[in-house]
């Protein structure tokens, strides 16, 4: 079972929900480029997740 926040029970990284394949595939369509996917941040003892990282080309 998924929390809020999006993470599995026993998961460091956060589930990709249904829709995240098909937001990539456009966002790469329409000229953008994907350079982190998932982006990783490390805050002290913590570990945080951004979606995605994009530059338009």
Do not use: Q
Not at 7 to 16: C, H, T, W
């Amino acid at each position: 079972m998924k929390n809020p926040c999006g993470f599995s029970p026993g998961s460091v990284k956060p589930v990709r929900d249904r829709y995240h394949e098909n937001v990539k595939n456009a966002l790469i369509k329409d000229g953008w480029t994907i350079t982190d996917d998932p982006f990783h941040l490390k805050w002290g003892k913590r570990d945080m997740y951004v979606d995605r990282i994009i530059r338009n080309s």
